[in-house]
Each structure stands twice: as structure tokens, then as C-alpha cells.
């Protein structure tokens, strides 16, 4: 089952300069690729991460170590 993070949740939203390169394979895919992009839920700043594979990709951030997808544009 998927979690979608309600908009009205987000209290705040910043960008890195450098997005961090790590977590994507050689060709550019993975599970958990970390992106330049913060999120402010539930009065604390999280990462928010892309899962790409193919063609394909799905924003999300981690909440109570449960994936929460960001379903609209950032």
C-alpha cells in the first residue's frame, strides 16, 4: 500500500546547491536516490528521495521509517 503525503502537511521547502551524488547505481538508477531537495513535515527538514528505474521515477520521504510518495510537482 502507498502512503501519499498530503500537501497541506508540508510547512516548508529548500534546495541544495550540490545535490549529493551517492546512492544510484553506474547507469544512473536505484531504490533510494537522495536529491538536493528538503521538505518540512511535521516540524522537522526531510530528504527527499527518488526511486528510478527504467524510464521511470517516484519522489518520496521517509517519515517513521515509512516511505511517504510526494505526488505533485515540487
Known amino acids: ?3 501519499y503525503l498530503d500537501p497541506a502537511d508540508i510547512q ?3 534546495e ?3 545535490p549529493p551524488r551517492y ?4 547507469d544512473g538508477y536505484g531504490r533510494k536516490i ?3 531537495r528538503w521538505l518540512k513535515v511535521r516540524n522537522r527538514w526531510r530528504r527527499v528521495y ?4 527504467s524510464n521511470s ?3 518520496y520521504v521517509v517519515i517513521d521509517g515509512k516511505d511517504w510518495v510526494v505526488s505533485y510537482v515540487l
Open 34 to 36: 537522495p536529491t538536493g
Open 50 to 53: 527518488v526511486c528510478i528505474f
Open 1 to 3: 500500500m502507498l502512503n
Open 57 to 59: 521515477g517516484t519522489a
Open 16 to 18: 541544495d546547491v550540490d
Open 12 to 14: 516548508g521547502f529548500r
Open 23 to 26: 546512492g544510484r547505481n553506474v
